[in-house]
């Protein structure tokens, strides 16, 4: 019997993402060099006013400038909601809603 292997790969303009920060129940969590956590709760009146950087997990056919592994500085709130792929959590957005790239 052949089995395929898989692989999460977007359609179209979509970037495949994962997070820098920490996100807990939807939240982004803020760590402190003391090592104390803030969870901010299911409030998105902080954490949604900030960009928030992201790592290209992987690209559609029409996405050009970004490749897997760029970090990406993404627009307040312009993702989707996480979703589950072989136990790691990701996201998507459109190129549009990058703001810059980080080196």
């Known amino acids: 019997m052949t089995q395929l292997s898989e692989e999460l790969i977007p359609t179209r303009d979509n970037i495949i993402f994962k997070f820098v920060d920490d996100v807990k129940n939807g939240n982004f969590v803020d760590s402190r ?13 902080r954490s949604g006013k900030f960009c928030r950087v992201g790592v290209v997990h992987s690209v559609g056919e029409r996405v050009e400038g970004f490749t897997p592994g ?20 990701y996201w998507m957005t459109i190129p549009k809603h990058v703001a810059a790239k980080v080196n």
């Open 33 to 45: 060099s003391s090592g104390l956590i803030v969870d901010l709760g299911n409030s998105h009146d």
């Open 70 to 89: 760029d970090k990406i500085l993404i627009n307040p709130l312009m993702w989707t909601e996480s979703f589950n792929f072989k136990d790691q959590k």
